[in-house]
């Protein structure tokens, strides 16, 4: 009889192994949305104003939150006051199920645009923190006012990782995360724009990417701040001048 018994506890703890991941990737047995809720409400320390960018909310119909997985959002056009250069900013939180899962290679597609090269990786480099590394691509469209060319950065950010970055598959890479960040840069492709770096949006991120860091991961910022604190017992001791 145990020869019986033996295979069928294995499938039923198979079976039940299999349900607990599914559930967990599907919030079956939690609150959806919570913790990528709660950290959602740190969106309104992102400054609308830095440098010589000024940021204007833009309205994002329901169906386009839904599809995106967007539990909270920023959507905001910066525009530089001095060479009147654009950038879209789009900030999203949500379930990396669905964060992950819609990428300018497939909404832009679907909104009439053609991408015209392979994703490439690139790296911003951020003052003082680590290089954020972004996915970037190009999208052309043409309609009777003439012909749009975007170049789109994208990228992702697990809250306890605190680091922007672009794997392979990030459904994978992610795949069991309640609370994913994920951002856009997006901006017209510029006559002088020879070289990604010379894109107004990477010039852009430079500035912004530390003031969105220190709003998203204000208990990174305390820990540094801590860590650059002596604390008075360990003061080094006052020589004694000797008699």
């Known amino acids: 009889m145990n020869r019986i018994y033996l295979p069928l506890a294995a499938s039923l703890v198979l079976i039940v192994s299999l349900a607990l991941v599914e559930g967990k990737m599907r919030d079956r047995w939690g609150t959806p ?3 990528a809720a709660e950290l959602g409400k740190r969106f309104d320390q ?12 833009l309205p994002v119909e329901e169906v386009t939150r ?7 959002y920023v959507s905001r056009l910066y525009t530089n006051s001095k060479n009147r250069n654009t950038v879209n900013l789009w900030l ?17 597609p679907s909104q009439g645009f053609r991408q015209t090269g392979d994703p490439l990786k690139h790296h911003i480099d951020v003052l003082g ?11 052309s469209k043409e309609d009777p006012s003439g012909r749009h060319l975007e170049r789109v950065f994208w990228a992702w950010n697990h809250p306890n990782t605190d680091i922007w970055e672009a794997p392979d598959n990030a459904r994978v890479h992610y795949g069991l995360s309640r609370a994913l960040y994920k951002l856009y840069f997006v901006g017209n492709v510029l006559n002088d724009e020879n070289t990604i770096d010379s894109s107004a949006s990477v010039d852009f991120a430079k500035l912004m990417l530390p ?26 001791a006052e020589e004694v001048p000797a008699e």
Do not use: M
């Open 66 to 72: 839904k599809t995106a997985g967007a539990v909270n």
């Open 46 to 57: 992102v400054p609308k104003k830095i440098g010589d960018w000024v940021g204007e909310d």
């Open 33 to 35: 949305g919570v913790e």
């Open 92 to 108: 999203i939180i949500g379930h990396s199920r669905d964060v992950c899962r819609h990428t300018p290679t497939v909404c832009y």
């Open 129 to 139: 923190e680590e290089p954020a590394e972004f996915f970037t691509a190009t999208f």
């Open 211 to 236: 003031a969105l860091n220190a709003a998203l991961f204000p208990e990174k910022i305390a820990d540094t701040v801590q860590s650059d604190i002596q604390p008075a017992g360990d003061a080094p």
